[in-house]
């Protein structure tokens, strides 16, 4: 339908848990349902965007019409992410690990004698965010939009990421214990652009997604 508001946008979304292996049974992941990132995708089909939809581990199916790749670690996600580029807008809602164990053994990692437990190397995961940011302009989405999982001095740290990620716009929600934004249906956004930042009322995922996309299409259709 091309009366749609973002039809012919072709609009990247990345979503859910990445999971980085341990050994061939263990893995490290984090709380993320999926349904943040999901709502999101659904309303930028629904207003007629094609979606590239690029999941981790996730709670909740994707949505209808999208195009879903799916990914296990973040290194995946990175390549994935890569792939699908070019695109006009990109969105960053997967919870990513920042780090991975340096080797995730081929065989289960063994006990070792009485009381003594294995030590953990990690090492850094690209991020994929600050990389699709930094692209030349050339190949670089019109819109890079960040998401900032936060647990205290949500608008000092929020606003300092969205400078060292280099991103467009970026959506802060606060993750501490007891809020639910990991895993429930609700979400306090503040969001940050070049010009500062709004505060949010708490409302649905759904309507988080739907905000987004109004936002999105009207910054999309007034550079026109
Ligand atoms: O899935 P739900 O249960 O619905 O929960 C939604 C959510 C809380 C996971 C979501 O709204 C959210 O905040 N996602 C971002 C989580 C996160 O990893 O935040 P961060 O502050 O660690 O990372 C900042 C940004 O960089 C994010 O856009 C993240 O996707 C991106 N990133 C991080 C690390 C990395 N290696 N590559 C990245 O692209």
């Given at each position: ?19 980085e292996p341990l050994d061939p049974?263990r893995y ?45 670690t ?26 991975r164990p340096r080797q995730a053994g081929t065989?289960?990692i ?115």
């Amino acid at each position: 339908d091309d009366t749609l508001p973002l039809a012919g946008k072709r609009i990247l979304v990345t979503s859910g848990a990445t999971r980085e292996p341990l050994d061939p049974v263990r893995y490290l992941t984090n709380a993320s349902s999926g349904k943040q990132g999901t709502a999101i995708a659904a309303a930028l089909r629904a207003a007629g965007a094609d979606v590239e939809f690029i999941t981790g581990v996730a709670e909740v199916p994707p949505p209808n019409g999208v195009n879903v790749t799916n990914i296990t670690t973040a290194q995946d996600m990175y390549d994935a992410v890569h792939e699908a580029l070019p695109c006009d807008v990109a969105i960053f809602c997967a919870a990513v690990s920042d780090w991975r164990p340096r080797q995730a053994g081929t065989e289960k990692i063994k006990k070792k004698g009485d009381g003594e437990a294995p030590s953990l190397e990690m090492v850094l995961n690209p991020d994929i965010l600050k990389s699709v940011a930094a692209l030349d302009p050339s190949e670089r989405p019109e819109l890079v939009i960040g998401f900032a999982a936060e647990t205290e001095n949500v608008i000092e740290h929020a606003k300092a990421k969205r400078e060292r990620k280099g991103c467009d716009w970026l959506l802060a929600n606060d993750v501490s214990a007891g809020t639910g934004t990991f895993g429930g249906d609700s979400n306090s956004i503040i969001f940050f652009d070049d010009q500062g930042h709004e505060v949010w009322p708490r409302m649905s995922k759904q309507e988080v997604g739907m905000a987004l996309t109004d936002r999105i299409a009207s910054a999309l259709n007034s550079q026109k």
